[in-house]
């Protein structure tokens, strides 16, 4: 988080990976196998012994624990500290924002004395729940700088057209007992980002939408109080970002791509203030990516002269300039990092010095520039548990207190409260207290090599303490991301149902510079980014980890395309597939909503296509800037028919041999229903089995706990079924969930 840039409290958005279940082998039935518990099983009679332990707890860790909401998240201070605001679930099971008034009541546990101590529940009786969401629970929110407004995003039914909401917490509650939200941001298919907020300027902010043209996003100068807003600065049609300069509080950059070349540029603007000349108003193309580079503008600095800003030019990976914003020189190379990209940066609010920056190779390492900082982050992991990263999610305006996250790879993410002046540390709660009744496995980063002698990053959790079980591969989404360490709970699921994990930063992956993103250009589907992961799972089988007769692909977003693939194109290597469309966020790892990065800017394709033409060819319309860069790294699918069949799962259905879950959210914009519809009606044409599990009321991802509890109980019995020596829990309906199952329904229309 840029503490140069807007103050962003860190908030949980909690959007899971959409999983899919609709039986269908020798008859159409939603009814899945139903696994009672079974023990687990081994190869050649092997059972567990001192020396093959499981990683996690013997009994089955419920799915309803691993995924339900969690009991209380993203803990917000105001800026003026009278107020601590975080995230819970209503009394109907709904997460909505709950806030404390820490003038008349205690904060946290008063006897702790480090980020450990006081895991007792979490009394709410002080506090009052002030929105009343009642489907789709609210996955961000921060605080306005009036210190009595909270702002949060809502969609409606996964169609990602988010609106911006505020509501008053010291409003008169309504009938109902809750404060009236306002909608910011009105109109049918308006979709609001690009949120920026100010200190100096606490009565009002800026917001993007699409209002005006659904394909851009202009800015908006709203003043949230009244509801008043004006247009401030119009999109030309290019310009896929926007940033501020924090005194003045003026639009004065713009992040523009290149349709034709997917080139990167950087356009500036001078202050009102110091224009003298008519002239001096227009735009600058000031900083220039050319395709394969990556960079882009941090932060302006008070002289109004210089800034901050992230460049590959010259380089392998982004180091961290300062630079001359009137002619675009280099002033000076402050950090680079010969492995991975410069990553997160801390700057004084006001000077703009710069106080510390992160980069991740395999786990998150910081850099410090001011030395007190320093001190207050070796104070903090000193004093919480051992081998936790260490976040600060809040501040207060003067930053005398922080609430601070301690993130995990084998337990709950807890926060506590930094009382700075005292060094004092209080326990506030942990996300999910249920876990901590349960044990789960630690998870290792690794390295593995390609077959062309490239470095891929890893992160195993293994099932048993040593010999090999059946494995998961778990292919993250995007495909331009990543994977990081931390606490998965569907590493921790797999792992308690007897199955190692292994998830793996394939060529093409984000953080790695640029010579390593753009070696998975072209290279979908038959090409070196599918071939790292056969090489991670031959990696697995040769260090004695996987059983190579029992392996699961899994992948949701460009990891469900993965698990196509993979059972289309190395058809031998897989005992089953989980294709699911949308992304599965570990809440408490999640960046905000209201923090659009626009300086590493590329698109997810969160999505399991089946055909990349049709694919791209449904695409929302404001990715339309982004298009041409996505087909110079696909592919041009578009032009080149033969290539789009020779990389689209589709065209191959009958090279699949392993059985298939597919899920889907129906109102998914990124990933229109007939992606999934057309994978799995061509292999149920073909005999292969399949199962379909379609949510009417989702869209990418999951986000009703129902539905997410649901479809990862249909998958406990589909993996139990087909992983040897795999265990589930019993299946039971899931009350709520709105489950719906295309297979079955085209079998009663054949059958009418």
Not at 169 to 187: F, H, K, M, N, Y
Not at 713 to 742: N, V, W, Y
């Given at each position: 988080m840029h503490a140069s840039m807007m103050r962003m409290a860190s908030l949980a958005v909690i959007a899971f990976l959409p999983m899919c279940s609709v039986g269908f082998s020798t008859g159409f039935s939603h009814k899945p196998h139903l696994i009672h518990n079974r023990p687990k099983q081994y190869p050649a009679g092997q059972r567990l012994t001192s020396l093959c332990e499981r990683t996690t707890s013997e009994e089955l860790i419920p799915l309803k624990i691993l995924f339900g909401n969690p009991e209380n998240t993203s803990p917000m201070l105001s800026p003026d500290g009278k107020y601590l605001a975080y995230l819970a679930p209503s009394p109907m099971g709904v997460m909505n924002i709950y806030i404390r008034d820490l003038a008349h009541s205690t904060l946290g546990n008063d006897n702790s004395n480090t980020a450990t101590d006081g895991v007792a529940a979490w009394d709410k009786s002080q506090d009052r729940m002030i929105t009343n969401e009642p489907k789709r629970g609210i996955r961000s929110a921060t605080w306005a700088y009036d210190n009595t407004t909270i702002f949060y995003m809502?969609?409606?039914?996964?169609?990602?057209?988010?609106?911006?909401?505020?509501?008053?917490?010291?409003?008169?509650?309504?009938?109902?007992?809750?404060?009236?939200?306002?909608?910011?941001?009105?109109?049918?298919?308006?979709?609001?980002?690009?949120?920026?907020?100010?200190?100096?300027?606490?009565?009002?902010?800026?917001?993007?939408?699409?209002?005006?043209?659904?394909?851009?996003?202009?800015?908006?100068?709203?003043?949230?109080?009244?509801?008043?807003?004006?247009?401030?600065?119009?999109n030309p049609g290019d310009v896929i970002g926007w940033k501020t300069e924090d005194t003045t509080f003026e639009i004065r950059a713009a992040t523009v791509r290149n349709e034709a070349d997917s080139s990167t540029t950087i356009r500036l603007r001078k202050s009102a203030d110091l224009i003298a000349r008519e002239e001096e108003a227009e735009w600058r193309d000031v900083f220039h990516f050319p395709y394969g580079e990556e960079g882009g503008l941090i932060d302006f600095c008070p002289d109004q002269k210089t800034a901050y800003l992230t460049s590959s030019l010259g380089r392998e990976t982004t180091a961290l300039l300062k630079v001359d914003v009137d002619t675009g020189a280099t002033l000076e190379e402050i950090y680079s990092n010969e492995k991975c990209n410069v990553g997160g940066i801390t700057l004084d609010?006001?000077?703009?010095?710069?106080?510390?920056?992160?980069?991740?190779?395999?786990?998150?390492?910081?850099?410090?520039?001011?030395?007190?900082?320093?001190?207050?982050?070796?104070?903090?992991?000193?004093?919480?548990?051992?081998?936790?990263?260490?976040?600060?999610?809040?501040?207060?305006?003067?930053?005398?207190?922080?609430?601070?996250s301690y993130f995990q790879s084998d337990g709950p993410t807890s926060y506590a409260i930094y009382d700075k002046p005292m060094q004092a540390i209080t326990h506030l709660f942990v996300t999910n207290p249920k876990l901590l009744e349960y044990k789960f496995a630690p998870m290792e980063d690794v390295r593995i090599r390609a077959r062309d002698g490239l470095e891929l990053v890893g992160y195993l959790t293994k099932a048993v303490t040593e010999g090999p079980s059946p494995l998961i591969l778990l292919v993250h989404g995007g495909p331009w991301a990543r994977d990081y360490w931390g606490f998965d709970a569907r590493c921790q699921w797999f792992a308690n149902r007897g199955y190692a994990t292994l998830k793996v930063n394939f060529r093409g992956s984000t953080g790695y510079g640029k010579t390593f993103l753009h070696k998975g250009d072209k290279q979908w589907g038959v090409g070196d980014m599918q071939h790292d992961l056969t090489d991670a799972v031959n990696w697995a089988i040769e260090q004695g980890i996987a059983d190579k007769d029992n392996i699961c692909i899994y992948g949701g977003s460009y990891g469900g395309y993965a698990c196509l693939a993979g059972l289309t194109f190395t058809?031998?290597?897989?005992?089953?597939?989980?294709?699911?469309?949308?992304?599965?966020?570990?809440?408490?790892?999640?960046?905000?909503?209201?923090?659009?990065?626009?300086?590493?800017?590329?698109?997810?394709?969160?999505?399991?296509?089946?055909?990349?033409?049709?694919?791209?060819?449904?695409?929302?319309?404001?990715?339309?800037?982004?298009?041409?860069?996505?087909?110079?790294?696909?592919?041009?699918?578009?032009?080149?028919?033969?290539?789009?069949?020779?990389?689209?799962?589709?065209?191959?259905?009958?090279?699949?041999?392993?059985?298939?879950?597919?899920?889907?959210?129906?109102?998914?914009?990124?990933?229109?229903?007939?992606?999934?519809?057309?994978?799995?009606?061509?292999?149920?044409?073909?005999?292969?089995?399949?199962?379909?599990?379609?949510?009417?009321?989702?869209?990418?991802?999951?986000?009703?706990?129902?539905?997410?509890?649901?479809?990862?109980?249909?998958?406990?019995?589909?993996?139990?079924?087909?992983?040897?020596?795999?265990?589930?829990?019993?299946?039971?309906?899931?009350?709520?969930?709105?489950?719906?199952?295309?297979l079955l329904k085209k079998s009663e229309e054949v059958s009418s």
């Open positions: 809502q969609d409606c039914d996964g169609d990602e057209n988010f609106h911006l909401f505020a509501v008053n917490v010291t409003q008169t509650p309504s009938e109902e007992g809750i404060p009236r939200a306002r909608d910011l941001t009105p109109g049918e298919n308006v979709k609001a980002q690009n949120i920026i907020t100010n200190y100096r300027y606490p009565y009002e902010i800026l917001v993007g939408t699409n209002e005006r043209n659904p394909k851009v996003f202009d800015m908006y100068r709203c003043f949230y109080h009244t509801g008043e807003k004006y247009l401030d600065t119009l609010k006001d000077s703009k010095a710069l106080r510390a920056l992160s980069y991740n190779y395999a786990r998150t390492e910081r850099i410090f520039y001011d030395k007190e900082l320093e001190q207050d982050y070796e104070f903090l992991k000193a004093n919480g548990p051992t081998d936790a990263e260490v976040s600060v999610v809040s501040r207060t305006q003067d930053e005398s207190k922080w609430i601070v058809p031998d290597l897989y005992k089953c597939g989980v294709d699911i469309v949308g992304k599965y966020y570990i809440c408490e790892s999640m960046k905000t909503m209201f923090k659009v990065s626009w300086s590493q800017f590329h698109v997810y394709v969160d999505l399991g296509p089946s055909n990349i033409k049709t694919l791209l060819d449904s695409v929302p319309s404001y990715w339309a800037p982004l298009r041409n860069g996505m087909l110079i790294k696909i592919g041009d699918v578009d032009k080149d028919s033969d290539f789009n069949e020779k990389i689209s799962p589709l065209f191959h259905v009958d090279k699949i041999r392993a059985p298939l879950l597919i899920g889907h959210g129906a109102n998914d914009p990124r990933v229109k229903q007939a992606e999934a519809d057309q994978i799995a009606f061509s292999m149920i044409e073909k005999g292969i089995p399949v199962e379909y599990v379609l949510y009417p009321d989702e869209g990418h991802g999951f986000s009703r706990p129902e539905n997410r509890i649901d479809f990862n109980a249909r998958t406990d019995q589909f993996l139990a079924k087909h992983l040897a020596g795999g265990r589930a829990e019993e299946f039971i309906e899931i009350e709520g969930s709105t489950a719906t199952f295309p």
